[in-house]
């Protein structure tokens, strides 16, 4: 049975940021491998940094050593107390660990200002000490429990590896991708959101990743403000060859429960494919049929493939009623309309104690997980629809962590349209089907 840690993620990343963004892995618990302390060092010695962590009734306390805890060799200490999400830390000096330990009690027993009695269950420490890390006036603390964990790096190499490798292979996969049936040769996607949520820079960041460095080809606005004006769609190009990719994502004016945002009737025309790239939007009214920029009568090609909501993780909590309303409205247009549609969560790299490790593992990290989890209780998408970015916005380099999250997104969306491609009347799909090799023989 594998041993954990009684930290809480939150105690766990407070821990982990403020002793250099490191990762905790648990050497020793005491409860499991017992409160003793010369077996505490044979196990924990020559580990490089490493972090004790102390749980009495009322504290959590502990002691870092960045250099190690090494037999007979003196360390710099560092005590800290966790109070809450509040953590304060006094520097000890130079210890062995037998002394801060208590071991071979005959020779290191000389006074000092903190020391862990693992074998009498209690911390000692003096009053200069108690003062300096904000805690009650009492020398002596109880040890429920105590853990040592050795501080790694949060992307060693063979992470690194493994997020370069699974991002050579998506790019590999979307490179190659092939929409279903071959009913068109790109899939259309298109980005809808409150404004500001992060579409523009969602194609952004895609074509960034294609081309191999950072690119701005779509302006982007502040998160409350926008400035997609016009329908845009963007095929992009791909830099290692220069063709064109398999999709084309599609860029709108944003959602607002107030004026200034797209309007809702000219949501239909651009599933059906009846609006041209460019169009001027109007908040006030839909475009009327006798625009140049209206398409008479759009081909299955015209048409959007899938839908992709865009969320800015920091504002999920304060989506108004009507902006609720408004979304839950446009999902069951799209339900009724057989559009396949997704989620997607920006700024989560905005979010408090989120580290480029977490990243990796995103699916395991608590205040992530809880915004999905409030993306589908207050908006109706399953889990598995909602996807995870972290757009490029201020970066001069492309990122593989962030790349791989990017891609993953839009290998889903491409999945999305595939759903809706293989879900089409079986006498619309033979008719295209038809075209398209009447249209590869040459003939009209």
């Given at each position: 049975?594998a ?17 250099g ?64 999400t ?144 016009k ?13 064109y ?23 239909s ?22 625009h ?57 790299d ?37 996807s ?57």
């Amino acid at each position: 049975m594998a041993v954990t840690t009684r930290l809480t993620w939150l105690h766990e990343k407070i821990l982990q940021n403020h002793f250099g963004g490191k990762r905790l892995s648990l050497l020793y618990k005491g409860s499991v491998h017992g409160f003793h302390n010369g077996v505490l060092l044979d196990r924990c010695c020559n580990q490089g940094p490493t972090l004790t962590v102390i749980y009495s009734e009322d504290h959590i306390i502990g002691a870092y050593a960045e250099e190690g805890y090494q037999a007979r060799k003196y360390a710099s200490i560092i005590l800290f107390a966790l109070q809450e999400t509040k953590i304060s830390e006094w520097k000890l000096g130079l210890y062995t660990p037998e002394t801060l330990f208590c071991c071979d009690v005959a020779k290191y027993n000389s006074p000092t200002n903190f020391q862990i009695d693992g074998r009498n269950r209690k911390v000692i420490m003096d009053l200069k000490t108690m003062e300096n890390l904000g805690l009650a006036q009492n020398c002596t603390i109880s040890i429920q429990d105590y853990e040592v964990f050795r501080c790694e790096d949060s992307l060693d190499e063979r992470k690194i590896k493994g997020v370069i490798e699974l991002r050579k292979s998506l790019l590999s996969a979307l490179r190659t991708y092939e929409p279903y049936g071959s009913l068109v040769q790109q899939i259309r996607i298109l980005l809808l959101g409150p404004i500001g949520a992060g579409k523009s820079s969602f194609f952004n960041s895609v074509r960034s990743v294609f081309q191999g460095h950072v690119t701005h080809q779509a302006l982007v606005g502040t998160n409350t403000t926008g400035i997609s004006e016009k329908y845009r769609t963007y095929s992009i190009r791909d830099g290692k060859d220069g063709k064109y990719l398999p999709f084309i994502l599609c860029d709108s004016l944003g959602l607002s429960e107030k004026e200034g945002g797209l309007c809702m009737d000219d949501i239909s025309y651009i599933l059906n494919g009846n609006i041209r790239d460019r169009y001027q939007f109007n908040p006030m009214e839909s475009i009327k049929l006798n625009h140049h920029d209206y398409i008479d009568s759009p081909s299955l090609k015209d048409r959007i493939h899938c839908v992709a909501f865009v969320f800015d993780a920091s504002s999920i909590e304060y989506f108004s009623s009507q902006m609720i309303v408004k979304i839950k409205r446009i999902r069951r247009e799209l339900v009724n309309a057989g559009v396949v549609h997704v989620a997607l969560l920006t700024h989560v790299d905005s979010m408090d104690l989120i580290t480029k490790g977490d990243l990796i593992e995103i699916e395991r990290c608590v205040p992530v997980r809880s915004k999905l989890e409030e993306v589908q209780r207050k908006l109706g998408f399953a889990l598995s629809d909602i996807s995870v970015v972290s757009n490029y916005s201020s970066e001069w380099e492309l990122d593989p962590v962030k790349d791989v999250l990017i891609l993953s997104a839009l290998r889903r969306m491409l999945w999305a349209a595939d759903d809706f491609l293989e879900d089409l009347p079986f006498e619309q799909i033979g008719n295209l089907r038809e075209e398209i090799i009447n249209c590869a023989q040459g003939k009209k």
